[in-house]
């Protein structure tokens, strides 16, 4: 049994902005390094580690499946797919750790958020996580991170704006499936209308699908006993509410909980 301690009973619009923590990718080959960087992380109450990957074709594979706020990187390995390609990255802040400065030129010109030379310490690691995550909730408040978003909601007249980060569950709607029915962390339950899974998945990095027909957040969270979760914050018949993690999407999902011990 996998137990993930990150309850919050109070919703706070506020609070669940500086409480999210920034979801990180490691692009590096050294092994050591991923390793320091996992156990540096690994109690911190701003940043996780989603995953790391030894090369920059690996990762620009799965690119289009990752959900990450911050990319810490070994530019020098980009020599290969050419340094161009970290641009794939998009709008997603970027830390260079090295080290060598042979490719300086190159690095200021993806503007990243530091460059911070190996090796690489905790403090270090820790003023660096502080900054990254204070910038990360300022451009959400000032609208430069989508936080929220308009839906179509049955029994309302145009469109509803929800905050993403609030969602909790998500399920497909019996009667129709083209709608889904989801519940905020603050307990309000909502019908969208002609909303699929894979626009909520792209638009919301908390969001994990988990069968063909639920998506819960991993905020929601409470235990992993094998393919039944355990959700915090949701009641079934005055007990918590339980989902089933089929084996077609158990990989991707654990690989994104990224606790130590779930199998």
Request: hydrophobic share 40%; proline share 2%.
């Amino acid at each position: 049994m996998i137990l993930i301690y990150d309850i919050r009973v109070d919703y706070n619009p506020v609070n669940t902005l500086t409480t999210r923590k920034l979801k990180c990718v490691l692009i590096d080959n050294d092994s050591y390094y991923c390793e320091a960087m996992y156990d540096f992380l690994r109690d911190s109450s701003l940043a996780e580690v989603l995953g790391s990957f030894n090369s920059p074709n690996k990762f620009l594979q799965a690119l289009p499946q990752l959900q990450f706020d911050l990319c810490l990187l070994d530019l020098s390995l980009f020599e290969e797919t050419g340094f161009q390609s970290v641009a794939k990255i998009g709008n997603k802040k970027i830390v260079i750790v090295t080290n060598t400065f042979e490719h300086l030129k190159e690095a200021f010109d993806l503007c990243p958020l530091t460059i911070i030379a190996k090796p690489v310490t905790k403090e270090k690691l820790d003023n660096l996580i502080s900054i990254a995550h204070k910038v990360h909730i300022e451009n959400i408040v000032q609208g430069k991170i989508h936080d929220f978003e308009l839906f179509y909601v049955a029994g309302e007249r145009g469109k509803v704006k929800i905050q993403l980060s609030s969602i909790l569950f998500v399920r497909t709607d019996d009667s129709d499936h083209r709608h889904k029915r989801i519940i905020l962390n603050n307990g309000e339950k909502y019908i969208l209308m002609n909303c699929s899974f894979e626009r909520l998945l792209s638009l919301s990095s908390n969001l994990l699908r988990i069968n063909k027909s639920e998506l819960i957040s991993i905020d929601a969270v409470s235990k992993i006993e094998y393919d039944v979760i355990t959700l915090k914050g949701l009641l079934d018949s005055n007990k918590l509410k339980q989902v089933t993690l089929n084996r077609w999407f158990r990989k991707d999902f654990l690989s994104r909980i990224s606790v130590k011990g779930a199998t």
